[in-house]
């Protein structure tokens, strides 16, 4: 029944807070945890941002998105009516330090709801992150893990494929759920692939 309305929570986190004002570190990984669901050293970059553009209802019960970015957006969902979603990450000011971008996608979607993340730029590692969700390292298009490094160049890196949750026409949740991420990056050691730099580093809570 399309008039039949379910509220959906589907957030993504958040961006930053002070960084580092001095200090030298042995090991660039995870000197600086932020305040929302981001997490890396001030030595890997100036900016670590996880955001996503706001969405709103229309009167025919769909959404647009407007240019505003926010940290979570709340769905009325419909059967059949997608929705656009758009979460992101920018990285400002990449230093030299080489590193590994990473994603945990956590939450529990219906099976009448579905989303991709894009296999484009991002591989499943087959691993879970600190939160229990499904983690995903940044290969920018290539075979596998792409390095950053100061050349990197700060564009907006998207997280789900074609920007949209696709919503069944026998869509009849009875109830909310949620979709979070969390960003992490950490930089490379010798020897080691992204799976092993993710679970060394932040395998456990980092709350």
């Given at each position: ?6 509220t ?6 958040v ?79 990449k ?24 296999s ?6 087959g ?25 990197f ?48 580093n ?6």
């Open positions: 029944n399309r008039k039949s309305y379910r959906v929570f589907v957030t993504a986190a961006l930053a807070a002070a960084l580092l004002t001095g200090g030298l570190y042995a090991k660039y990984i995870r000197s600086v945890k932020l305040s929302g669901n981001v997490t890396f050293s001030a030595s890997l970059a100036d900016e670590f941002i996880l955001a996503e553009h706001k969405t709103v209802r229309q009167p025919d019960g769909g959404y647009v998105t407007e240019a505003e970015t926010v940290s979570k957006n709340d769905y009325l969902l419909m059967p059949g009516v997608d929705i656009p979603k758009d979460p992101y990450i920018i990285i400002g000011n230093s030299s330090i080489p590193s590994y971008l990473f994603i945990e996608a956590v939450g529990t979607v219906p099976e009448t709801v579905k989303y991709e993340i894009d484009g730029i991002w591989k499943d590692l691993i879970k992150g600190a939160h229990g969700g499904d983690v995903y390292v940044f290969t920018g298009g290539k075979a596998d893990a792409a390095v950053l490094d100061e050349n160049d700060g564009q907006p890196i998207g997280l789900i494929k074609d920007n949209i949750l696709t919503v069944s026409d026998s869509y009849a949740h009875g109830g909310s759920f949620g979709l979070d991420f969390y960003g992490y990056m950490a930089q490379t050691e010798s020897g080691k692939d992204a799976s092993q730099i993710f679970s060394g932040f395998s456990s809570s980092t709350d």
